[in-house]
């Protein structure tokens, strides 16, 4: 009996509609364009505003999308998993949300927390569901509305994030041509010190002094993830190129986690990559954690070819990281 991969076989997205660019950021915090496009490369992001609105309200818009471009009916998913750091609550799972918004009403749904490369881990969570032979439809959202524990007072990292939500369709396939080929995941806890949010969960509930001193944002030591961040991508990018004899002419497209040009840059180079290879939408978009992913393959879909070998490549609060190698499952 032939192995059985888990393909994508479709993907949608969704971004709010207002744009917070450098010029208003610039009136908010003591910043300016040409500092942040130096140092980050971000011109806008989108950002979530309205009241009541959170992370499901963006994962299921890219579900009822996703549903429709596949020609799914909502009650033949069979698994929802969302990958997030903002949870519309810290319970339910926003997964449940998303799922209920969505009209699927026969998956089991759940979160997963892997900082910015929870969208890939939860890709090959669901990856191994399909690759069980007992689901045939899975979901992977990747959602979050980092807007809502960035500080717009701490010039470091306000300019960074953005909204936004991407989702992709799982389904089963015996063809060795397409589907998702390999991985390389790893963590190290030590990390933490350097990027976390210090208060809200069990160590340091919340509390008047909590939110008095801030404490409830976005912490980041920027150079000590920055150096981190470029050594694990590229290593666990690299390392999948050799394990599978993939050359930068084979292989087609770069897809990095858009946390900052100077990152990706140099994770190309180790790659001994051009440019013309690597999907970049840090400029629009920022950084959208979970999402950046999946939104970076909707952007890119009309351009994919059935066949077209790809590497995923990811950094995360954790540490996280991970590189995911998948042959692009059909023509647009």
């Known amino acids: ?18 744009i917070l660019d450098n010029e208003e950021l610039s009136r908010m915090v003591d910043t300016t364009d040409e500092w942040i496009m130096t140092r980050i490369g971000i011109k806008t992001r989108h950002i979530l505003r309205p009241a009541g609105k959170g992370t499901s309200d963006m994962g299921s818009e890219a579900v009822k999308q996703l549903l429709i471009k596949t020609n799914t009916a909502p009650e033949d998913v069979e698994v929802l998993i969302c990958a997030t750091v903002t949870p519309d609550h810290q319970f339910p799972a926003t997964g449940n949300i998303i799922s209920d918004k969505a009209g699927l009403k ?9 900082g910015c ?13 399909i690759e069980s032979g007992r689901y045939k439809k899975v979901i992977v959202v990747g959602a979050d509305k980092m807007s ?17 939500a991407g989702a992709v369709m799982l389904e089963p396939t015996e063809d060795p041509e397409i589907g998702v080929i390999d991985e390389i995941m790893g963590t190290d806890g030590a990390g933490r010190i350097h990027l976390h949010q210090k208060a ?5 509930p919340a509390s008047h002094e909590t939110v008095d001193a801030r404490e409830h944002f976005i912490y980041q030591e920027g150079q000590a993830v920055f150096k981190v961040a470029v050594s694990k991508m590229a290593d666990v990018s690299v390392e999948m190129m050799e394990r599978h004899n993939i050359s930068p002419e084979e292989l087609a497209w770069l897809v990095p ?14 790659m001994e990559l051009p440019k013309e290879k690597v999907m970049i939408n840090i ?29 995923l490549s990811t950094f995360g609060a954790g540490f996280t990281w991970g590189a995911i190698y998948l042959k692009w499952a059909y023509n647009s």
């Open 106 to 114: 026969n998956a089991f749904s759940y979160d997963l927390n892997a």
């Open 148 to 164: 809502s524990i960035v500080d717009y007072t701490d010039r470091a990292t306000c300019p960074i994030f953005g909204d936004g």
């Open 117 to 129: 490369s929870g969208f890939l881990f939860a890709l090959s969570t669901g990856a191994k569901f």
């Open 257 to 270: 986690h858009q946390a900052n040009m100077r990152i990706i840059e140099a994770v190309a180079r180790r």
């Open 283 to 311: 400029e629009k978009y920022g950084n959208t954690t979970a999402a950046t992913l999946p939104l970076l393959l909707w952007e890119w879909e009309p351009q994919l070819k059935k066949g077209d070998k790809l590497i």
């Open 1 to 18: 009996m032939a192995k059985i991969h888990a393909a994508i076989t479709g993907i949608a997205g969704y971004l709010p509609e207002d």
């Open 200 to 204: 809200g969960g069990s160590v340091k």
